[in-house]
């Protein structure tokens, strides 16, 4: 079956120290991967994407690579800031399960002066 | 270009009443999701509805929590009668359809059983 495993939490940085969350997957098919954001109090945003493998997604600054030889899809960003403090989900849609998302349970980031 | 929207933002009841969800997707998208997210774990898919059609609702409780979408658009979440371990975070997401395509997410209802 498909299933999202995420490196666990909470993570503590100063600010413009490197960031790594790492998530691998399991899937039947052939997955999308995402990495969304969850800020205190909202919804989730889509952060990055990737469709297929060796694709690189990346915005504001965090990027992660889709990795089909170890079924991996780590976020990293070179300078963590204040306001990247947020819960970090890394999840897959699968077309062969009806396009059905998994989640990881989130790796919280708290990002100090 | 409007996001998803959903009410209520919060609502406090006490175990054995009933409450209902709002979800109004972005227009157009064929896909909803319900999810419910307990404190602290990732999100759960609930159900997934491809315009008015179910295409999955195996992790939902049917004996006390039902959902429907009507005309392929707007969906309300019920539960009746609630349990304190309904208390979460539900979000309803949509996505344009397709596998390559991301979901869309409302700001949540918080759930609070007492």
């Known amino acids: 079956g498909n299933s999202v495993t995420q490196m666990e939490g909470p993570v503590t940085l100063s600010e413009e120290a490197f960031l790594t969350i790492n998530c691998t997957y399991t899937a039947t098919g052939y997955p999308s991967l995402f990495w969304y954001v969850q800020y205190p109090g909202e919804g989730l945003q889509l952060l990055l994407k990737?469709?297929?493998?060796?694709d690189k997604g990346s915005n504001k600054g965090f990027e992660a690579t889709y990795r089909k030889e170890t079924t991996s899809f780590h976020l990293e960003k070179g300078s963590v800031q204040v306001s990247d403090s947020a819960v970090y989900f890394c999840a897959l849609s699968d077309p062969g399960d009806g396009n059905q998302f998994y989640f990881g349970t989130g790796t919280s980031l708290t990002v100090i002066p | 270009e409007a996001g998803v929207a959903q009410s209520p933002r919060y609502k406090i009841i006490e175990k054995r009443q009933s409450v209902a969800f709002w979800c109004n997707p972005i227009s157009g998208h064929a896909t909803l999701y319900w999810y419910q997210q307990i404190l602290g774990q990732g999100p759960k898919l609930l159900i997934q509805f491809q315009n008015n059609g179910v295409v999955d609702d195996s992790q939902l409780p049917k004996d006390r929590f039902s959902a429907e979408r009507l005309k392929g658009v707007d969906s309300t979440l019920k539960i009746q009668p609630a349990k304190l371990e309904d208390s979460a975070v539900y979000l309803c997401?949509?996505?344009?359809?397709?596998?390559?395509?991301?979901?869309?997410f409302g700001q949540g209802t918080r759930l609070t059983v007492v």
């Open positions: 990737a469709t297929k493998a060796d």
């Open positions: 997401a949509s996505s344009p359809g397709g596998g390559y395509t991301e979901a869309f």
